[in-house]
């Protein structure tokens, strides 16, 4: 099988035009756009995205998927004007050309999951009736500390509402101490795409294929034409913002943030090449 490559190119650099360096450095073709120029993807205006579009059609680089903070806030906290802005990131997404957007299932107090379930499905049905008709797939991905953070959860989810697809994060998963070959079984037939991301039991972040990630045997398994390298290496521009109190630490440490990053994709291209697979 022969794969694509994407990544956050802003744990490179925090510039766009940093961002198209890093991922022609490494032959990579397709961006998970997520930080730029100082803004997370979210906030960028209409003419923001429009010149994004220009300089990486001048590049050759597509953009994969949105990588979007949609549903990454409590579940207590106002919904309507969240959802505003989901649909501005809609048009966002039309202009980019992304046919995904990455989204979460909402900060659930401790041990309230029961209580508040009813409320996380109508949310995120509210995303998936808003996105209807406009070809672009919406993607749960699995975090510490939201209603999704469980292989469990993870399916009741994509059991509830089909429509919407899954990111399996391997390193997200370790986080929450699932096993992620465990919650590969119950959630890959509703997988669009992967996150490479890996991590120590203890949850520190590693290269892909140190960690207890079980990435081998993940790419063994996967088969759709598209990884995405998050690498998570560094604490790169913006990594406060993005994680809040939730924090992926790095384990090693590295002189900059391009060579953590392309270390991450070093460290995939290595592992598909030990499971005969191929990057095209």
Not at 177 to 198: F, L, N
Not at 259 to 275: G, H, P, Q, R
Request: charge should be negative.
């Amino acid at each position: 099988m022969s794969f694509k490559l994407a990544a956050f190119a802003d744990e490179a650099q925090g510039s766009l035009e940093g961002q198209i360096k890093a991922l022609k450095r490494n032959g990579i073709e397709c961006l998970e756009i997520r930080g730029v120029d100082g803004e997370n993807v979210s906030d960028i205006t209409p003419k923001k995205a429009e010149e994004i579009r220009k300089r990486l059609d001048e590049n050759n680089i597509r953009v994969w998927s949105i990588g979007s903070p949609y549903g990454k806030i409590g579940i207590t906290e106002d919904f309507e004007s969240h959802l505003d802005k989901f649909k501005r990131g809609l048009e966002t997404a039309q202009i980019l050309g992304a046919k995904n957007i990455r989204l979460f299932s909402f900060y659930i107090p401790v041990g309230e999951y029961d209580k508040y379930r009813e409320e996380v499905m109508k949310r995120l049905y509210c995303f998936v009736r808003s996105a209807k008709g406009s070809n672009i797939t919406l993607c749960h991905e699995n975090e510490k500390g939201i209603y999704g953070d469980t292989g469990e959860r993870c399916l009741e989810i994509h059991r509830s509402i089909p429509e919407l697809r899954a990111v399996f994060d391997p390193a997200n998963f370790i986080q929450c101490g699932e096993d992620t070959i465990r919650a590969w079984q119950m959630i890959s037939p509703y997988v669009k795409y992967m996150h490479i991301k890996d991590a120590k039991p203890d949850g520190f972040v590693v290269p892909a294929g140190k960690g207890a990630g079980n990435i081998h045997y993940l790419l063994s398994r996967y088969k759709n034409p598209v990884l995405t390298i998050e690498p998570h290496l560094s604490v790169f521009e913006g990594f406060d913002k993005l994680e809040g109190e939730n924090k992926s630490i790095p384990m090693y440490h590295y002189p900059s943030s391009d060579i953590a990053f392309d270390t991450a994709v070093n460290s995939l291209k290595e592992l598909l090449k030990e499971n005969e697979k191929w990057i095209g």
